[in-house]
């Protein structure tokens, strides 16, 4: 800031402020104004305050609509459901494999000497089942009874 006006604020802070003279009436009118600003201002307090309780209200209804929805489905789904089995899952045995000797002959004695031992592994077909995942038949389930709920009309 430059110098004048900061001696400016400096004169107008010394300086104390006079009151303007009102009359009687003047005083009368501006009392009355105020009692009815005040009364103004507490109704508008008092709707603000109703308009909150409601809207909580609704929150709080909203909440427990949402909550017994979600009772509802869990007693429909317990009753649905049997017992639950806790199945523990086994791993297939694998069979050992089988080493099969092949001697090779020939008709040449030299050759004879020279027979040759091969081992052959020999590997069984074991017929391929489809291994079932407990997580993911439960996964489905679930999955499918929500998919049913969704395009149910209620």
């Known amino acids: 800031m430059t110098e004048a006006t900061e001696a400016i604020e400096a004169i107008e802070a010394t300086v104390p402020k006079i009151k303007k003279a009102r009359s009687p009436e003047q005083l009368e009118v501006l009392a009355k104004a105020r009692a009815k600003a005040m009364e103004v201002r507490r109704a508008n307090a008092d709707i603000r305050k109703q308009e909150k309780d409601i ?12 909550k017994s929805k979600i009772e509802k489905y869990n ?43 091969r081992i052959i592994k020999k590997v069984p077909k074991v017929p391929t089942a ?25």
């Open 55 to 66: 809207e909580k209200l609704e929150k709080e209804k909203c909440l427990n609509e949402r």
């Open 75 to 117: 007693k429909g789904k317990s009753q649905e459901e049997s017992p639950v089995i806790q199945e523990e899952y086994i791993e297939p045995k694998t069979k050992k494999k089988k080493k099969v000797i092949v001697i090779e002959e020939s008709e040449s004695e030299e050759e004879e000497e020279e027979q040759a031992v």
């Open 130 to 154: 489809p291994v079932i995942d407990i997580r993911k038949l439960k996964a489905q389930r679930n999955y499918n009874s929500l998919y049913k709920q969704m395009f149910t009309l209620n």
